[in-house]
């Protein structure tokens, strides 16, 4: 299953306001901003999952487009990370906590071959809070 997806966009301010409006109509807002990415997600109960993203055009670090893939443990996470770089995949970040996301989000990435960042994360034991 897909946990999220970014876009690289040329004008971070003007896809922002494009998205708030755009996806508003299908119940989506902005739920988060960190390092320059905005978050959009629907409400999910007491808060909201952002599961799209943007970011100013900044490809040397996410490629054209991130796709992140949902990993049932940490175990599958270096899997996916060592099936990768051994199938010829360029290291875009070693499995482990980025709590820059959140204290229990890990994650490894990859560059594949066309310049996709592709990710998988496992958020071990996410709390309401985070």
Known sequence: MID??????????EAKAFYEKVLGTLGYKLVMEVEGYAGFGLENGSHA???????QNNEDKIGKAHIAFSAK???QVNQFYEAAIKSGAKDN???GIR???HSNYYAAFVFDSDGYNIEAVYHDAVSENE
Not at 49 to 55: E, S
């Open 4 to 13: 999220h997806v970014t876009l690289s966009v040329k004008s971070y301010g």
């Open 49 to 55: 999952i952002p599961d799209f993203w943007i970011v």
């Open 73 to 75: 443990n940490r175990d």
């Open 93 to 95: 970040g070693k499995p």
């Open 99 to 101: 709590e820059n996301y």
